[in-house]
């Protein structure tokens, strides 16, 4: 794994900053300047994800894309990030195309993927979820060429008063940072021959390369902004 994101390994752990650290339990993002924090692991079995794909929680984003009885879209989710949406768009019947540009998240969405593929409930992870190591920005023509859908949900700042947001988000940010090139990723979106083009937004933000959207899904602390042909 490390030669396929291009990861330097080390046999100690560092004394400052982000690292990867692999154990029997899996790949796990850790910060050394607070080892006490619990790190970020990609788990499609428990968690956030499992509660999901058991429970539901997903009306919002299924309405977005466009899911129906009879129509399970295929979708290209061009910021995977940690995978979360696309695994419970892909638990929803969808065939879905993760792509993601930093080697770390790359490598710990493969190690969650791997270990999803072995649990007995979820057969349908290794023809349904699939891995794509890339800039969306640069491959977007080639990878949404056959898709129905592009989901993106870039990287915002939160606001100031949202000082307590999760740590596990506060790591996630830390590594990957703001995505101040996704008014870009819209427009290249928008040029491919997808049916939609659905953006996930705080509730608080601005569309992305201020372009009003054809239609907008409110929820609590989101809205998703519909982008039609």
Known sequence: MAGQFALEVVRSRPRNGLYLEYNSEGLTLMYADEPKLKGVQVDFVHGRSGYRRKHGGAE???KALGIKKGFRPRVLDATAGLGRDAFVIASLGCSVTMVERCAPVAA????????ARL????????????????????????????????????????????????KEMRLFQLLVGDDLDADGLLAAARATHAKRIVVKRPDYAEPLNHEKPQAELKTKNHRFDIYLP
């Open 60 to 62: 919002a984003v299924t």
């Open 108 to 115: 710990l969405l493969s190690d969650g993927l791997e270990r």
């Open 119 to 166: 649990n007995a409930d979820l057969g349908w992870v290794g023809e349904r979820l699939h891995l794509i190591y890339a800039s969306s920005l640069e491959t977007l023509a080639d990878v949404a060429s056959d898709v129905d859908a592009v989901y993106l949900d870039p990287m915002y700042p939160h606001k100031k008063k949202s000082a307590q947001v999760k």
